[in-house]
């Protein structure tokens, strides 16, 4: 937006001003920079003029209707983008404001050249449009050479551009040389008024400039003579020692290839990951929006950070960002379980969560692995027969491992085999029992007559190496793939001889009698019968051997002290 440019009527002076409000202190001219079709209306409020405009902005011209001792008023023009000035002519609050064309700055120079003397109304539009020629104007139209009058001629030649310009190491302070006696003016790019000054007798000048150029400005500067000739503009670029404001707005893309984010355009964008590795460069667009892509996806949570770097090489604060975590931990390793079965251990990601579950995908405990990668998970309910377990990590963002397995330690013997029969042809013996078991058979004085394999429905037929058909005791243990061995299990092989048994049981042994005196306990040749007698060979007691070898008779009369002397 240009500025605003104020005439006193009484002086010629010229003043600008940042467009905004205005304050007058005298019977003036004022231009501002704005086009009929911008205004949404002109209304007058006290001494104030108010205008606001279309896009919902304000500029208010303070003591606009304060006339001056003699009636004079203040007086509006606005100009349109191209230039042309249009004159205000104020009716009253109810019909406000009407505008007639003044001119472009090439038609107000014709008409001071066509014309003897030169209108007031064209002095102050030459002013209006920043020719700064209307000292001269009015020096050429009121004491030319066009009615021979004599006084001398007007300087009509403006000074030479200014040069050696430079600015100080802050950018407040611009130096140069020029016309002795010039005033100095300096603009910024948009052509505010950022300083002036005087170039002094020796030819220098320094300006104290109210906003400091470090960044890279261009700033133009004019010299104005006494007579009001302005100079052609000399240019300078001001140092860039301001580093770009931080970036802004970084995320990090789903898949973790791309940063994007904002800041000032045309810098130079560097991503680092939290080792100070350079992972992805580009640059801000015009727009200043940037994305840059990574030589290295970044899918695990990882904090990154972003720097701008303009033209100068200024860098500015980094600024962070972390990457989404879409990256499961690795499977556990190194798991074991207990010798008690309540305790699982392994090594992991650390401060991920452990989870245990049976074969059955239950959940059996749950921990967490510690910063030094190993953890300790203490089950639910002691495993030790040999279960299957699996663990999973999972880390904050819930991603979860693949499973790791381990089988607990089987210390739990097999039951002992049940349903023991033998073929009556005395070749193999047949029985129940836990699945999967080796079946062992052995004859009275231990010797191994057969092995086999209790299937996957619990049942087994073990073939014997030699025919048992006497009735021989034959003894069946069941033993797992951890080695534990069940209780024994007898059973009777068939008599198939045809004569009597005539082969005795052998001797019961582990005779105790009962603390109450009340029975008698033993193990003996299964099925056998047991009998009890005291001393006088009195029977006072009876029973059987079971299944498995072991007895217990009941006596008649209790015998504390009793010495039985069992038949069977």
């Known amino acids: 937006m240009k500025n605003i440019v104020v005439i006193d009527k009484g002086t010629g002076a010229t003043t600008e001003q940042a467009f905004g409000n205005v304050a007058l202190n005298g019977t003036s001219i004022v231009k501002v920079p704005i086009s009929p079709n911008s205004v949404q209306s002109m209304q007058q409020s006290g001494k104030n003029l108010v205008i606001t405009l279309k896009s919902g902005g304000t500029v208010t011209i303070q003591n606009f209707f304060v006339a001056d001792s003699d009636g004079e008023l203040n007086q509006l023009v606005l100009e349109e983008n191209d230039g042309t000035l249009l004159l205000g002519s104020y009716s009253s609050p109810y019909s406000g404001f009407t505008f007639s064309e003044i001119g472009t700055v090439q038609e107000l120079m014709a008409a001071t050249a066509a014309g003897s003397t030169t209108p007031d109304w064209v002095v102050w539009g030459l002013s209006l449009l920043g020719v700064g020629a209307a000292a001269a104007i009015i020096s050429d139209s009121n004491g030319g050479s066009g009615g021979g009058g004599g006084g001398g001629d007007a300087d009509s030649t403006p000074p030479g551009a200014p040069t050696g310009l430079s600015f100080n190491e802050t950018g407040a302070v611009l130096s140069g040389r020029g016309e002795s006696g010039s005033a100095v003016t300096v603009k910024d790019a948009g052509g505010r008024v950022i300083g002036t000054g005087t170039v002094g007798t020796d030819g220098n000048f320094q300006v104290n400039l109210n906003t400091p150029q470090t960044n890279g400005e261009t700033v133009e500067v004019t010299l104005t003579d006494p007579s009001g000739n302005v100079s052609a503009p000399g240019e300078i670029t001001a140092g860039d020692s ?29 991503i680092k990951d939290a080792n100070g590795n350079v992972i992805g460069t580009g640059t801000v667009g015009a727009d200043g929006t940037f994305a840059v892509t990574l030589n290295t996806p970044q899918t695990n949570g990882e904090s990154l950070s972003a720097t701008l770097t303009d033209a100068a090489g200024n860098v500015s604060a980094p600024a962070s960002v972390d990457a989404g975590d879409s990256t499961a931990p690795a499977a556990p390793t190194d798991l074991s379980v207990s010798a008690d079965g309540t305790t699982v251990t392994g090594k992991g990601e650390p401060n991920t969560t452990v989870t245990i579950k049976d074969a059955d995908g239950n959940v059996m405990g749950t921990g967490t692995v510690g910063t030094d990668g190993n953890f300790a998970v203490v089950l639910t309910t002691p495993h030790i027969n040999g279960e299957s377990l699996s663990a999973t990590l999972t880390d904050a963002a819930s991603n979860v491992s693949a499973p790791a397995s381990v089988d607990a330690g089987d210390s739990t013997a097999p039951a002992a085999a049940t349903d023991l029969s033998v073929s009556t042809d005395g070749t193999t013996v047949s029985g129940k029992g836990d699945a999967n078991t080796t079946v062992t058979i052995k004859d009275a004085d231990g010797n191994v007559i057969g092995t086999g394999t209790v299937g996957t429905d619990g049942n087994f037929v073990v073939t014997l190496n030699t025919p048992k058909t006497q009735g021989e005791i034959l003894t069946t243990t069941l033993a797992d793939t951890a080695g534990n061995e069940s209780a024994p299990a007898n059973v009777n092989a068939h008599n198939n001889t045809g004569g009597p048994d005539v082969t005795a049981p052998d001797a019961p042994t582990d005779l105790a009698v009962g603390a109450d005196g009340t029975t008698v306990t033993g193990k003996g040749e299964p099925n056998t019968t047991v009998t009890i007698k005291d001393a006088d060979g009195n029977v006072i007691g009876t029973g059987t051997v079971g299944p498995y070898g072991n007895f217990e008779a009941v006596l008649t009369t209790p015998k504390s002290t009793a010495k039985p002397s069992p038949r069977r």
């Open 242 to 270: 301001t580093a770009p404001a931080a970036a802004t707005d970084l995320s990090v893309s789903p898949d973790g290839t791309t940063v994007s984010g904002k800041g000032e355009p045309n810098t130079t964008v560097t």
